[in-house]
């Protein structure tokens, strides 16, 4: 064993202080200098994670206290984004369970924490922010070790260690009534109680690779935790590919080791260590190294099947290639799989149609980060709405993925929140309540999850939290209801006026304001009944000598409803898709022609 080294991830939920706890760990440790300027959540490191406030991709960072290293695996909280947690925790021996002293473990705490105890990996208890208002450490110690009782820790898991602290203060401490002094408690509790890496350091080098990077000067990077051995710049290694078993001779270009949020060059690593290693053009995540040719592959732990499938298309819209560069199906399939290639939790396949490309996830959060990050690249392109994956059941019955969902709301909105569980076929299963609100706990079909955050939202006014975990896959639900509205649709191309606006909102709430740019077959807002309304949204007022009521319009205008990218995913329906540019998102009708759209309409009613 290297005893000089500590691996470890931290689990969390999104906004609990996992980042900012990483910052204090690496400002204790010595990694930023004193005159340094450093960005709030460093470890965020993606331009997305920093707006959304989450972590996306699993990363390593190290951290040097009383000659030990000890490496920090900052894994996503979010559940769309385990085949990430996954292989982290392969990396690691033990967890930091960060738990807010207010909001106590949340679901996808639960998600995480359950990989790493079946894992075997020892647990950390650090309950964040005891300086807000309201927060109860005690209450919530309480909490996690009932979580820890109903995943089936050990008990030698179920005797953790708990520190208490305020990760933005940069304060940890054994017990409550401990001076409030710096972060020296939790490192002492991680090296006394994380056992170092277990390795060999006298066999032949072997690795199993558990994240990809990318360099611009190297290529690929194979990033993982080296059981065996030692390996040296310029050494001959065997890639053992995880697809196939074919093994493949390379030979070590470049070796990096993690240093504060950096990387430094290395010349050796050794059974133990943490590294990233270059001088292989076609190496996958699961894919093992080894210094002998005839050494055994790896086990790698399979990635949680995708649950949902949609479809991204070329963009063959009237305002096509107006802002985007990247907009034929070439583009779009090349960089779909350059993402495969570091995203292992995402499936891609051409479609039967030419240009449509089908892409199967864990979730609409995953593939939306997916979209977000192909627009700001230059693209242009169409989503469809999302579809489950169903599977057939061994004696040819119809299965659904099924999901449990945790929702949080304040007291008066629990009746239209459970209105709305049960029109999307949700049952409940458990309520709780604290001081003014209401946990929700229900087991509902994929099918039923998609848009339901949303409507939290709304009916909340932003104050309901949603979160859900896979659960099982069971018998299909039949219909369920989740939109039960209809749209405005727009008839004519051109700029959109005032004038014709606010006629329009008297059919309904406006997605567009004046000024901007619309086709036939747009979608220009929300019909309150269950049916769609073509409308004009370029009508201009006749001009005439005379002053007439309509003259102050503007000012009857309600602004315009304006959508997320997340938000327009879950919105759209089957007939619906909707299009990603650089600079704008449009929702608008599969089929823009009124008359194609009837025609298409009266086929699919024959046919059923």
Sequence with gaps: ???????????????????????????????????QQVAERAMDSMDLEREKGITIKAKNTAVRWHEKTINILDTPGHADFGGEVERALRMVDGVLLLVDAYDGPQAQTRFVLRKALAHGLKVVIVINKIDRENADPAKMYDKVLELLMELNATEEQFDAPV??????????????????????PLFDVILEHVPPPFARPNQP?????????????????????????????????????????????????????????????????????IVGLAGFEDIDIGDTLAAAEDAHPLPFTEIDPPTLEMQFSVNDGPLV?????????????????????????????????????????????????????????????????????????????RLEPYETVWIEVPDECVGSIMQNLANRKGQITNMEKHNT????????????????????????????????????????????????????????????????????????????????????????????????????????KKLTNFRSQGEGVAAGLTPATKMSLERSIEYIAADELFEVTPKTLRLRKRILNSGERQKARKQAKAQS
Aim: proline share 2%; with cysteine.
């Design 1 to 35: 064993m290297n005893q000089n080294i500590r691996n470890i991830a931290i689990i969390a939920h999104v906004d609990h202080g996992k980042t900012t706890l990483v910052d204090q760990l690496l400002k204790h440790g010595g990694a930023f200098r004193a005159n």
């Design 163 to 184: 520190v208490y602290g305020s990760g933005r203060d940069g304060y940890m401490k054994r017990k409550l009534t401990d001076e409030n002094k710096d972060m020296t």
């Design 205 to 273: 080098f072997h690795m199993l690779v558990s994240n990809i990077d990318w360099s611009d000067y190297v290529g690929r990077i194979a990033v993982g935790k080296i059981l065996c051995g030692s390996v040296s710049l310029s050494d001959p290694v065997w890639v053992i590919r995880h697809s196939d078993g074919k093994r493949i001779r390379g030979k070590i270009t470049k070796l990096f080791e993690y240093a504060g949020l950096g990387t430094t060059d290395s010349s050796t690593a050794y059974a133990g260590d």
């Design 321 to 397: 290639g107006q802002e985007g560069k990247l907009v034929t199906s070439r583009q779009i399939r090349e960089r779909l799989m350059r993402e495969l290639k570091t995203n292992v939790s995402l499936f891609i396949d051409d479609a039967d149609r030419a240009g449509t490309f089908n892409v199967k996830a864990r979730g609409a959060m995953q593939v939306a980060v997916l979209v977000e990050t192909m627009r700001r690249e230059g693209f242009e392109l169409l989503v469809s709405r999302p579809t489950v994956i169903e599977r057939t059941g061994p004696n040819g019955e």
């Design 437 to 540: 609100t209401t946990m929700i706990e229900a087991t509902i079909t994929t099918r039923g999850l998609i848009g339901l955050e949303i409507d939290v939202v709304n009916a909340t006014s932003g104050r309901g939290v949603t979160s859900h975990l896979f659960k099982e896959y069971g018998p299909y639900a039949g219909e369920v209801l989740t939109r039960i509205t209809g749209t405005l649709i727009a008839t004519e191309a051109g700029e959109t006026t005032t004038y014709a606006l606010v006629m329009c909102q008297e059919r309904g709430k406006l997605f567009v304001s004046p000024g901007e740019q619309v086709y036939e077959g747009m979608i220009v807002g929300e019909n309150p009944r269950n049916e769609d309304i073509s409308v004009n949204a370029v009508r201009e």
